[in-house]
Each structure stands twice: as C-alpha cells, then as structure tokens.
C-alpha cells in the first residue's frame, strides 16, 4: 500500500505559477505510473497529467498542453506538477493518485489517492 500526500497548493493570481508535490509514504512508489487530477465545486474530478514510472512517457489534457508539466523524483518519492499561466476556471482541488495501469487518463484506473490540495486563481 501507498500513501500519498499532496502539497503546494494556495492562491495564486490569474497568469501566476504554482508547483504541485505528491508524496508518497509507506512504501516507494517508483514503480507505479502516476496521475494528477482536479474537482472543482459542482463538477467531476478530470484528468490533469500523468506519468509513466520511468517518468519516459507523458500525458496531458488539451487544457493545460503547453502550461503544465508532469515531472518526477523517483529518489525523493516525489511526482511534481508545474502549472504555469494559470486560468481562474482551473481553480480546484487537486489529487494526485497511483499505481495505475492502462489508460492513464481515466479516475478507474488507479489504486491509491491523496487526500487533495487547494488551488485558488483568482482573477
């Protein structure tokens, strides 16, 4: 089993950067690809980024191409994610989870989740 913990998260102005960590704990999760999602109030938890656990392979949603980076420390047990000109819609809580196989992008996937981490853009 793996626990994972979320942080970085807090208000940021529209345009503004923040990064994102997931740790995990109990035991080393550099073998398990890893995901990034986000639920904002109102609406479903979708998909953000992930990452292979060789962190060879990449994913992202068409919204956050471009702006976002999905990165990983597998010697620190640490997956990153770096959100650059952040958009106000984007403000959410965000979920890191892993031991996921197959499509990435999908929420079934995966076994282990955080517990999230707030993301506040304001305009």
């Known amino acids: 089993q793996v626990q994972l913990v979320e942080s970085g998260g807090g208000l940021v102005q529209a345009g503004g950067s923040l990064r994102l960590s997931c740790a995990g704990s109990?035991?080393?999760?550099?073998?398990?690809?890893v995901g990034w999602f986000r639920q904002a109030p109102g609406k479903e938890r979708e998909f953000v980024a992930a990452?292979?656990?060789?962190?060879?392979?990449?994913y992202y949603a068409d919204s956050v191409k471009g702006r976002f980076t999905i990165a990983r420390d597998n010697a620190k047990n640490t997956v990153y994610l770096q959100m650059n000109s952040l958009k106000p819609e984007e403000t959410a809580v965000y979920y890191c989870?892993?031991?996921?196989?197959?499509?990435?992008?999908?929420?079934?996937?995966?076994?282990?989740w955080g517990q999230g981490t707030q993301v506040t853009v304001s305009s």
């Open positions: 989870a892993a031991n996921g196989s197959g499509n990435l992008r999908l929420r079934s996937t995966y076994h282990y």
């Open positions: 990452i292979s656990w060789s962190g060879g392979s990449t």
């Open positions: 109990v035991r080393t999760f550099s073998s398990d690809n």
